[in-house]
């Protein structure tokens, strides 16, 4: 194939697959674009629920307490609590999370950990409340960026747009690559343009600067979205470490630990650690999963140590330690971390806010090159 019928064959791909794809794309881009700083933004939003009043000594009551506080608030046909996130700051609340059958929404609870008093609930995601602008309005963006609200259907939409916008760049840079000696003029704006010309400089300029940091969104995004498939591709190159299915406690003649006793245990098998979440059992044959921030985490706000213990004996049944991790382990354990820019700290997420947008440059300023052609060309046939 010669080189100008294969540069044809890119240009009619790129063309169709952005006017196809590009609103969605661009939706996706901004949507992220808003949650990058999402988490303290929800917080600051909803001070009400998240943030409580610090007493003067600052000691807080027993996690057991606090677990009771919240399931004495549960809803008579509500699953049974079995996840909890530590405060984040000492002015910060619990945060529960249970689900009712009637929902497939999970709702938040929190509870003051100087009082252990619930001081609110949510509905994650909820679209009524979320019109309140004190609402719960980012777990909505969050909820769309990631599904279109759509749920598991549409996180394999979502992602499935993903792998095709990825090749849609590629086919822009294709398109953009210029030859030798051409450099400067492919990275800089023509001076003194016209209208038309300055429409097509601003997309190539977007695509061409923002092509290393766009691209990476959609594979991270995609990769994510697609969690199963990615990890039996990683898993091929380099084993992934997975939890035994076979995880259980042993009951035995004394009762079960209270949860200040398992984190306690947890503690023990990892000074230093800082809790970040606890799993609760369940189940009489049900553990207690630990997680701790250990220092040495990818993305800062995802706890990288994650112990499970006995909940009878406290003894540890497994632990994930990212020191232990293989070469798959850590190129998954990153792909959060570049999506959201955390790994690279405020600059990378920064980054990825302005990355956000790329997608809504190129659709708006491909789709009018794409109408001043089409004018062009039907002004050229009624000649």
């Known amino acids: 194939m010669s080189r100008r019928r294969l540069r ?4 009619r791909l790129h063309r169709y697959l952005g006017l196809v794809l590009g609103l969605p794309l661009a939706l996706i881009g901004l949507s992220g674009s808003l949650i990058v700083f999402g988490w303290p933004l929800d917080a600051w939003l909803n001070r009400e629920l998240t943030r409580v009043a610090v007493p003067p000594d600052a000691v807080a009551r027993p996690l057991a307490e606090i677990v009771a506080a919240a399931q004495a608030r549960l809803p008579a046909d509500a699953a049974p609590l079995d996840w909890l996130v530590f405060p ?7 945060r529960f999370s249970y689900r009712l059958p009637t929902s497939p929404d999970s709702y938040e609870m929190f509870v003051d950990p100087y009082t252990a008093t619930v001081v609110g609930q949510r509905l994650w995601g909820d679209f009524a409340a979320c019109c309140s602008w004190h609402g719960p309005i980012m777990t909505v963006i969050y909820r769309f960026h990631d599904s279109f609200w759509l749920g598991e259907t549409g996180q394999t939409l979502v992602g499935g747009i993903g792998l095709i916008g990825l090749v849609s760049v590629l086919s822009g840079i294709a398109l953009w690559w210029p030859n030798p000696g051409k450099w400067r003029a492919a990275l800089t704006a023509k ?10 400089d601003l997309h190539k300029l977007a695509g061409s600067y923002g092509f290393v940091g766009f691209a990476a969104l959609l594979f991270t995004g995609a990769y994510m979205n697609f969690t199963a498939q990615s990890r039996a591709i990683v898993d091929r190159f380099s084993p992934l470490t997975t939890a035994p299915d076979d995880l259980h406690s042993t009951p035995g003649a004394g009762p079960a630990l209270s949860v200040d006793a398992a984190v306690a245990a947890a503690r023990r ?4 650690g800082k809790p970040a979440s606890l799993a609760l059992p369940t189940m009489p044959d049900g553990v207690y999963v630990v997680e701790l921030f250990g220092g040495d985490e990818v993305t800062p706000t995802l706890a990288g140590h994650r112990l499970t213990i006995d909940q009878y004996s406290g003894a540890l049944l497994y632990r994930r330690d990212p020191a232990n991790f293989s070469a798959g382990d850590r190129f998954h354990a990153w792909q959060f971390g570049l999506h959201s820019g955390q790994a690279l700290g ?4 920064l ?9 809504a440059i190129l659709y708006v300023t491909g789709f009018i090159r794409w109408r001043q052609k089409r004018r ?3 002004a050229l046939s009624q000649r």
């Open 8 to 11: 044809g064959l890119w240009l």
């Open 88 to 94: 984040e700051q000492a002015d910060r609340a619990f």
């Open 191 to 200: 001076a003194g343009a016209s209208r038309q010309r300055r429409v097509f």
């Open 269 to 272: 098998y990892f000074p230093g």
């Open 346 to 349: 405020l600059a990378g997420q």
């Open 351 to 359: 980054l990825v806010m302005a990355c956000g947008s790329v997608p």
């Open 376 to 378: 062009a060309r039907r």
